[in-house]
Every structure is written in structure tokens, then in C-alpha cells.
């Protein structure tokens, strides 16, 4: 192989301010990686909250079909997804904006409405990326503690959104990582509580997990009639099994803000499989339903078998449980993957001994909590 002759420039100091402060989003190890360094045969990947039952098998009956179009660009509006979204939202298709993946979405939020110096706050711990893209645009993001137990905040929270201007309140319903969720009187107050040109994002990546649970605040029931600027942010990545296509979306208050976003959306952005497929598995609700049961099943006695270890472990609406290894999460993770089971150990400050483990099939808990038994510290071997 011919190596390139080192840069005399550093690269970074060509980077602008902000990508060189700029913190890279933790991703996790592929399966392939693991099994690569450790070389251990069944990895069991609960890092990444995927959904192991995979996609809707009415869509994949169409996947030879769908390959053969990828000569063709795919369609820049999605209107066949926006329509299907449209029918099963009640939002109208000028309303819905689709990204490759929500993160994408998150992206192009920042990209459009965030300028150096204006404020954020979303909440802590947090998902990577409502932190990493506002950094990106200059902003400065505030990051709000949950609580002890780990709920949200709600004072705090509106401490924060009424002391000073606010460019955008941005924050996950469940959260990830922690997987509690805000309920809709809770939601109600603090979107009251926001300046009235606040642009509100509720990113709700796990709700199909958490629409059913009666106190959950049912979102675009409470925005509707707010006369101010809100996004709802979902994706295919969880519950449908598709995160491998990449494709999510957003519904939003207004098709002007569906248009700002547009001047900053690559035309192609979503491919045209990820466009059909996700199309196709919204119209297969029933596979959609019955890995989401099965999951919220599944949680109950992982749960529980954690517990019975002794960890506290945050109450969860989402396919992961959040729990406090009390020990450094980053060795314990290390010494799972050399087990052969990936889980993703929480890096920000305050959290550096919890541990977020997704929630998949019985036997990849049997493997997890197998591995766990081998590997934790001795001293947390009976229930403190
Ligand atoms: C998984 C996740 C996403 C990313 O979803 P993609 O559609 O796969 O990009 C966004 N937000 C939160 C909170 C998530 O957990």
C-alpha cells in the first residue's frame, strides 16, 4: 500500500472553532468488530436499542422488487411515505419532513435555526447528538441533571426554559438513555412555560414502546394548540426494525417550517428502499405491535433480574433499561465484550458507573445477565 506524505498542516487547525472542540459521537462496536478483537463466534449486541425481531415480512416480500428500481434516484419529496404518514398521523404531507435517519433531522434542525451564541437545553444524561450538533452550529447547550431517581427534572427544567431567550428546548419522550418518560400534564406546563418563539423538538424515537402506558404525553395532542414553532421527531430505527436503511421523520407545526427545513435537506437524502420499506412496514402495524409487546414483556424480567442483583435500575418506557452498575461502567462494558456482549457504558459526567442495555429476545438476556454474573465486581454479588 503507498502511504501519503504527512500533512504539514495539521488537519484540525483547518477545522473551524467549533468541529475542532467538537466531541465524536460514541457509536459502538459493529458485531463484526467484537467478534474480530475477541474472537468470540455469538456476539449479543445490546448497545444500540435495535429491534432483533427485524422488519415487517410482508415489506421484505417486496425487497427483490425494490432492489431492482435502485438504478433510479429516488423520489425527493417521499411523497408515497409522507402519504402513508399523513393517513396514520392526521398530520397533513406538508407537514412531515423525512430524513436518513432522525438524526439527520436533528442535524438539519441545528444547521437551519442555531447560530453561534444561541442557548439550547435539553437534558442530561442525554442522547449524543442533541449536544454534538448544537456545538457544531456554536450554540450553547445546556444540559438539565435528571433527578436522582432518574426522572425529569420539571423544576429545573423550567427554571431553565424561563431564564432568558431560548432558541430551541430539545430533549428525548422516553428518554434516551434513561428510558423515563414526561407525562402530558408535565409537558403541558413546561411547553406553556417556553417563550413563545422557542422552537420546540420532542424527540420521540421510542414511542410505539411508550404510547400505551396511560400517563404519556400524547405530544401532537398538546402542541396542536400551541400558536408557536414544535417538531415531533420518530423513526423507523426501533420499533420497525429498520435501522440499518436509515429513515425517520419529523411532523412539524407549520409548513413554513417544513420549508426552512427543506433549503437545508440534501434532495436525495433518504434512499429509495429505506423510503418503500418504511412505507410498507407502517402498513404492517401488526408486526409492529407484537415486537414492541414482546419487548415491553422482556423488560419486566430483565428488570427485575437486575434487581434481584442488586442494581437500581431507572424505570423504562423504551426497549432499554438504564442501571447503575456502581462500579466504572467503561471496565465492566470492556469485560462483557470479552464475553461477547456489547452494551453501551454512559461516558457523561455523574453517570460514568450506569449502563444502558437494550432490551431483545429472552435468550440474549440469558446471555447478557450470564456474562454479567462472570464479570461484575465481587462486592455487588449479593443485594446491597
Ligand atoms: C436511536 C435514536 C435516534 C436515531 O434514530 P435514527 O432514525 O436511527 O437516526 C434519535 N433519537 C434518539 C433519542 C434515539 O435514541
Redesign the pocket.
Known amino acids: 500500500m503507498n502511504t501519503a506524505p504527512e500533512c504539514r498542516t495539521s488537519p484540525l487547525s483547518l477545522a473551524r472553532a467549533e468541529v475542532r472542540q467538537l466531541p465524536v459521537y460514541n457509536a459502538g462496536l459493529s458485531e463484526d468488530a467484537v467478534r474480530a478483537k475477541y474472537g468470540i463466534p455469538r456476539i449479543t449486541k445490546l448497545g ?2 435495535e429491534n432483533p425481531y427485524g422488519p415487517s415480512p410482508t415489506a421484505l416480500e417486496h425487497w427483490t422488487e425494490i432492489a431492482s428500481s435502485l438504478f433510479r434516484y429516488p423520489d425527493a419529496s417521499a411523497e408515497g411515505l409522507r402519504e402513508e404518514l399523513s393517513r396514520q398521523t392526521g398530520i397533513d404531507t406538508d407537514r412531515i419532513v423525512i ?8 442535524r438539519m434542525i441545528c444547521e437551519a435555526f442555531l447560530s453561534a451564541g444561541d442557548r439550547l437545553v435539553t437534558v442530561l444524561p442525554s ?1 449524543g ?2 449536544l454534538i450538533w448544537p456545538q457544531m452550529m456554536g450554540a450553547k447547550a445546556e444540559a438539565i441533571p435528571m433527578t436522582a431517581d432518574a426522572r425529569f427534572d420539571l423544576p429545573q427544567l423550567h427554571q431553565a426554559v424561563t431564564s432568558g431567550p431560548l432558541k430551541v428546548l430539545m430533549f ?1 419522550n422516553p ?2 438513555p434513561v428510558g423515563c418518560m414526561m407525562t402530558g400534564d408535565a409537558m403541558q406546563s413546561l411547553v406553556d412555560a417556553s417563550p413563545e418563539d422557542t422552537l420546540i423538538v420532542i ?1 420521540e ?2 414511542w410505539e414502546y411508550a404510547r400505551s402506558s396511560p400517563d404519556y404525553a400524547d405530544s401532537l395532542a398538546i402542541l396542536k394548540n400551541q400558536s408557536r414553532p414544535w417538531m415531533v ?1 420518530r ?4 420499533a420497525y426494525g429498520l ?1 440499518g436503511l ?3 421523520y419529523a411532523l412539524t407545526s407549520d409548513p413554513g417550517l417544513t420549508a426552512v427545513m427543506t433549503r437545508v435537506r440534501d434532495p436525495f437524502n433518504s434512499n429509495s428502499a429505506a423510503l418503500e420499506m418504511a412505507r410498507l412496514s407502517l402498513l404492517d402495524q401488526k408486526h409492529m405491535h407484537r415486537t414492541v409487546d414482546a419487548t415491553l414483556t422482556e423488560g419486566k424480567a430483565l428488570k427485575a433480574a437486575l434487581e434481584e442483583r442488586g442494581y437500581f435500575v431507572a424505570q423504562s418506557f ?1 426497549n432499554f433499561l438504564f442501571f447503575n452498575a456502581r462500579e466504572s461502567a467503561s471496565a465492566l462494558a470492556e469485560r462483557l465484550l470479552e464475553q461477547g456482549v456489547i452494551v453501551k457504558p454512559w461516558k457523561e459526567k455523574g453517570y460514568e458507573t450506569w449502563i444502558r442495555v437494550s432490551i431483545a429476545r429472552p435468550e440474549d438476556s440469558q446471555a447478557f445477565l450470564a456474562a454479567l454474573n462472570r464479570v461484575r465486581q465481587p462486592s455487588h454479588s449479593s443485594a446491597a
Open positions: 444500540s436499542n430524513g436518513n435517519g432522525s438524526e439527520q433531522i436533528i442522547f447528538l442533541h428525548s428518554s434516551n424527540d424515537a421510542y421527531l423513526t423507523f430505527s426501533k435501522a436509515r429513515v425517520g423504551a
